[in-house]
C-alpha cells in the first residue's frame, strides 16, 4: 500500500538533513522559472490553459497558423528571460560536487544560461525548430527573421509582450491569428516544429534512459518547481522511491509525488535552492 503523504513543510532543516552527504539529482519544473518572469502551468493561481497537442499541430493547418503566430511574440519574451537566483544555486551545487546533474521539463535553457553543465532537456529546447519531413534543424533566431519578414508589424498589432499572457513553452494567447503567415522548412517545404515535446507526443526513449540513469547514479533526488502532473516527470520520482532512494520535493501546492516524498517543503524554489546552497556540505 502507498504510505500516506508527509505533512508539507517550510522548514529547509529537514530537507537538509535528508539531502546532507548525498549527491543529487534535480528534476526541475516550470515553477523554478517564475522569479525569471516565466509564469508556470500549474501553480497556485495560474490561469487554466488548454495545450496545443501535436495531433492537432501536424493534423491542422489553422491549429499550427494559430501556434506559430502566438509562439512568435511569447518567443521573443522568454528569450529576454534571465536565470534566477535558483537556477544559479544550482550551478554552484554542481560546481561542488553536490549536485551530478539537472533533469529539467522546461524548454527555457535557462539552466544551460546560469551555467549548469550536466543537463537533459526532457522536453526539448525552444531555441530550436526541427523539420518533420527531412530532420533539418535551424536556430529559432533564424526562424523569426523569416517570421518578422512575412508578417510585417504582427508584433506591434498585438501589443507589447509585457500585456500578453506568455506560457513556459514560449506559447502566447493571441485571439486573431488567421492573417499570420507560417514559415515552411526552406531544405523541403515539410512543417517546421519547434524542437519540443507536445503533449500527445513522447519523449525521445534514449533521453529517459538518460535520465534513469542520472537517477540511479544520484544519493538522492531533489525534486523543484514541479507539479508532477504529467507521467514524463512523474516516473524519475516514482523509480527512486523503489529504489529506496530519498525524494526532496521543494513545490508551491499539491503535486502528485507527494505520498512519495521523503520530504515536502512548500517554500519559494529561490528561497530553497539559496539556502540549499549554503546549508549542504560537498560530500566526501
Known sequence: ?????????????????VLAGHRLTVLTGA??????GIPDYRGPGSPPRTPMTYQQFVGDLAFRRHYWARNHVGWAHVHRAAPNAGHRALVDLEAR?????????????????????????LHGRYDRVVCLSCGTVVPRAALARRLDALNPGFVESVGAVADIEIAPDADAVIETTAHFVIADCEACGGILKPDIVYFGENVPKERVQRAYAMVDD???????????TVMSGLRFVRHAARSGTPVVIVNRGATRG????????????SEALTTLARELPTPV
Do not use: F
Not at 500500500?1 to 538533513?17: F, I, K, R
Not at 507527494?258 to 524554489?269: Q, S, Y
Open 1 to 17: 500500500m502507498t504510505e500516506p503523504a508527509l505533512a508539507p513543510t517550510d522548514d529547509l532543516d529537514e530537507a537538509v538533513e
Open 31 to 36: 515553477g523554478i522559472s517564475t522569479d525569471s
Open 97 to 121: 560536487g553536490v549536485v551530478l546533474g539537472v533533469i529539467t521539463q522546461n524548454v527555457d535553457l535557462l539552466h544551460e544560461d546560469a551555467g549548469s553543465r550536466n543537463v537533459i532537456d
Open 218 to 228: 544520484a544519493g538522492a533526488l531533489l525534486v523543484v518547481g514541479s507539479s508532477l
Open 258 to 269: 507527494d505520498p512519495l516524498a521523503t520530504v515536502k517543503v512548500e517554500v519559494g524554489t
